[in-house]
């Protein structure tokens, strides 16, 4: 048994080991980075979706700003109350109630509208737009290619069978994601309470509208003149039929009586959280 | 066969590139091509460890490990730990646990050095930084530099084996930035579901290798 | 007091494939992709690896799940590389000695990158350091049995497209009768561009047969269609007035 063989061996690793431990402690000494414990705190604390909805780029960088004290604690969107709660329980601050708000998509046209042209090329909204601002006969709605399903960071929109997105209320954190990326700017954040939407966003006469889509607001006018509310929750301005959230008091009388069914009465059309018909719930 | 800097350069760069002919750093190569600005990003950090892990390694090599011919210098016969180096290469078995030490120390240094002067780009890594560690790329690279070369007696100098380890990390980052272009246009094509996403990067990166294959034996060079 | 056994058995068995199969390091976790196809030239080349992965992987296994309340938790990854790497070394020299010349000169470098392979580093991180030595032991052989099988398949897909050969023995050899294509084994199989391309190809073959077994069970479960206040307004224009409320 040579014992110059594991004196050596020991000697080499013994020596690399002393050098690299002095080293990198040294190195720790001289490149020490002076960072708020509080932030890091905070960071971990965030859901890390990294979506931006907080105005910053990242929930490092969010987190960075509260701890520096130039902003509040509930500025985080998809965190909601609960992730504000413990954010303003760190930095000693009082957190202040956000009502929940939910993406909804303003159309309901998708396979109903004709295509002008048929488009093969990259399957991405924002790409047909070059193309003539899309293949659809409405050049108001959705194109139905799924760029909002791709970058939505937490994976609440579905594109559905009809060619429209299907957007999943108990996963949608209303961060606007979506919203940036439609090029048609046809999804919108609404607060969730409001039940009653007009899912059309076309300015155009009655008449082009029914040339192209079944079910688009063609600025009739019959809601605006069903509504109970004292200055009308709903006006028609421009060919189309909007609803003023502030004031809707959600009878529904304008749902029923829109002829071509454009207005979405979300007690229906919402996908219930416990499994049973939306015509079932309890109407709050 | 001379072996030359351009030598080297061609070589590793063209005709043996890291990746498309051996098979090294993969992990990245799939993990971190989705996007072009973090490919960069990554190559530029693989490039950087590369080159000191090449220095470092062709140190220890020359003047620990192997027996130093007739007129070279060796640490540890000057130390007086051993009388002389044997001519079977005992102490080269050493090689592989001192290499990878080497190489993960450099990688913690080059992140805590990064993190104070570069904060951007190391948010901008995150966790690919760590990983380098046991990215056989670097590993690779040390271990090639230093082994037995079919055209020399001796082993690479110490210039030549930090231009092997830098061009080996160019080649690596070449492979790099034209996979992410590659992978960006296949993200917005019609690819069937079933090949989506690794599978049809996998046949991009055979295609690409086809072409390198184009460059063997380039100039008569044989690395 | 047979039927505990026996369950254990079937236990262990099922354990076993889950690991090997569902958790497949190469195309469960996507990890060790640069030997898979390095060393895939040949069926020989690609046992003789999972054999040295498996057994390294075996001993780090055991070893670190020894000394887990040892490490510190900051310098576990450098302690687990360190360890790997003693025992690495210790395969490189038995391989030197036992293995077959040429295997060696085919296996080249991969043999000492076993250390960097991502496959023994990651069971070590997220099994051997949580779990106990007998739970470890088999967690090694379950992951190293699906690496071998990995490497065995592709090497044999390989070796046959590209020479013909089934470890070493002569399969086919090329019809000269036959159209260009089938004139010679296709050599490209065995250089680089074939190895990417069949893990490609066979990434893509679980990929599909992972989706169909996806949208089976989509399919037994209940489907949700998601109504429209003009699906409504189409009900309500056949049936009487239905209560919309």
Known sequence: MEWSYVIAAVAVLGALAVVFGVGLAVASRVFHVQSDPRAEQIEAVLPSANCGACGFGGCA??????????????????GGMEVARRVAEIMGLVAEEKARQVAVVLCQGGNRVAERFGYQGVTDCRAAMLMQDGAKGCRWGCIGLGTCAAVCPFGAIVMGEDGLPHIIEEKCTACG??????????????????????????????????KTCSVGCIGCKKCESVCPVEGKAIHVTDFLARVDVETCISCGKCVKVCPMGTIGNFRLSRRPANGKLAAQQEVA | MHVGYVEIAIGT??????VLARFLGLCPFIGVTRRTSDAVGMGFAVMFVMTLAAFATSLLY????????????????ALGVVKEMPADGYVLVLKTVSYILIIAVLVQFVEMVLRKSVPVLYKALGIYLPLITTNCAVMGVALLTTSDWKYQDAPLSLGKAVWMGFCGGVGFTLA???????????AVARVPKAL?????????????????LGFSKLFGIEL | MCGTVK??????????????VKSNPVFGLMLGLCPTLAVTTSVKNGLAMGLAASVVLLCSNILISLIKKLIPKEVRIACYIVVIAGFVTMVEILMKALAPAEINNQLGIFIPLIVVNCIILGRAEAFASRNGVVASIGDAVGIGLGYAGVLVMIGAIRELVGKGTFWGYTVWSGYSDAPEALAAPATVAVLAPGAFIVIGLLFGLFNAIGNRRQAAQLAAAQPVRFTTSADEKAKGASAAEPSAQ
């Open chain 2, 176 to 186: 790099m930035i034209l996979m992410s272009g590659i992978r960006e246009r296949l």
């Open chain 1, 61 to 78: 960088a969010y987190a960075a700003a509260v701890a520096a004290g130039k902003v509040g604690p509930s500025e985080c969107v998809p």
């Open chain 3, 7 to 20: 369950g254990l058995a079937v236990n262990l068995l099922k354990s076993l494939l889950d690991k090997a």
């Open chain 2, 196 to 212: 989506q996403n690794v599978p049809i990067a996998f046949i991009s990166t055979g295609l690409m290798a086809l072409a390198f």
């Open chain 1, 177 to 210: 994601t979506c919203v940036d990326a439609c090029p048609k700017q046809v999804i919108r954040i609404l607060p969730a309470k409001s039940t009653v939407t007009v899912l059309c966003r076309s300015l155009d006469k009655g008449a082009d509208v029914r």
């Open chain 2, 13 to 18: 760069i063209l005709i043996s590139n890291m």
């Open chain 2, 62 to 77: 020359k003047y620990v490990l192997i027996h130093p011919g007739p007129d070279g210098f060796n640490l540890l016969v």
